[in-house]
């Protein structure tokens, strides 16, 4: 599938993140959504180099288009770990826009922009080892004093880059402060290939925001699908109508942890199911009643039929909606 064949379903898609967007989270958006673009957790080529089988790149035969995100700094073994992933993937795209420390520390994710010669080769080398397209997400550049955005993205089109995803902050600027999705404008007017832009998209009217700030050719939602997996669908549906859907009222966003908890259990085993899924549970009840009491409980029960009394007293006596 080429990017334009993709990008005639949709103008949404998925944003990575790590520990979040997980075979269950993709498997729910996608049960929303059948057009919009999933994207897999960042995948390291160190670990996929050693070891193929792991949960992060399972997917079922519904999920496409997906696209599959490596992470890494030896443009040989991300070529490898991407033809690997050939047969599963509609895109490989190449992380160079996690600000995490651990990763920049490894020469990983945002540290590319610091060293173009080298993310050319990485997008270069996996080019030429697949059939499918090639993506790459990156940011407005490593500090304020360093926004190489525009230069950066030529760089990545001419190494053989189709598609690019840019979050509208620097690497230092972390997740704090607001995304600048003007300076995407920028950007798109400088290259041939399709922007998506990324960064503070969490309801309709902020992807509305962005589409006209950016001129991006699509946005990439990531923290706003936490505890609302409709976003995605609502979006979609609202470019392609001029319908603005309602939220998801808390009854039916509980109703959704649930089936997010089951199935995680059913994926990773009760016990690491349990402690998987309590990174969600801020996200599904927010703004209830003294939410950080709950919030509390629930992030240190281990015991599944506890959690679901208490997401089903939320449910029926605190529903403000």
């Not at 990763?103 to 610091?114: E, H, T, Y």
């Not at 704090?176 to 969490?202: C, M, Q, T």
């Not at 923290?223 to 549906?237: A, F, K, M, N, S």
């Not at 392609?240 to 009854?251: I, V, W």
């Amino acid at each position: 599938m080429e990017i334009k064949d993709i990008l005639k379903q949709t103008r949404v898609s998925l944003a990575p993140m790590a520990g979040i967007t997980d075979y269950v989270l993709r498997s729910l958006i996608r049960e929303q959504s059948s057009t919009c673009i999933l994207t897999t957790e960042m995948i390291s080529s160190e670990a996929l180099h050693n070891v193929k089988e792991t949960d992060m790149t399972k997917r079922n035969e519904n999920h496409s288009p997906i696209v599959y995100q490596l992470s890494g700094h030896k443009p040989e073994m991300i070529a490898e770990c991407a033809k690997y992933l050939e047969s599963m993937a509609d895109v490989i795209d190449i992380n160079m826009g996690c600000p995490v420390n651990k990763v920049v520390k490894g020469q990983d994710g945002s540290a590319l922009m610091r060293n173009p010669s080298l993310a050319y080769d990485i997008v270069q080398a996996v080019k030429e080892s697949i059939r499918i397209p090639v993506s790459v997400k990156f940011r407005l550049g490593y500090t304020q004093q360093e926004m190489n955005y525009v230069s950066f993205g030529e760089y990545m089109q001419d190494a053989g880059a189709q598609f690019i995803t840019i979050h509208g902050r620097t690497r230092n600027q972390m997740y704090s402060g607001k995304a600048d999705w003007g300076k995407i404008k920028e950007l798109k007017r400088n290259v041939d290939i399709p922007v998506f832009a990324n960064g503070d998209v969490v309801s309709i009217d902020t992807a509305i925001q962005c589409l006209e700030e950016s001129d991006a050719d699509g946005v990439a939602i990531g923290r706003g699908v936490l505890g609302d997996i409709t976003l995605i669908q609502r979006i979609e549906h609202y470019l392609n109508t001029g319908e603005k859907l309602p939220p998801p009222t808390l009854s039916e966003k509980i109703e959704t942890m649930k089936k997010h908890l089951d199935r995680e259990i059913e994926l990773r085993g009760e016990k690491v199911g349990l402690k998987f899924v309590r990174k969600f549970y801020p996200f599904y009840i927010s703004g209830i009643p003294n939410a950080a009491k709950y919030r509390s409980k629930l992030v240190v029960m281990d015991d599944y039929n506890e959690i679901i009394n208490i997401l089903n007293y939320i449910d029926k006596n605190l529903n403000i909606y």
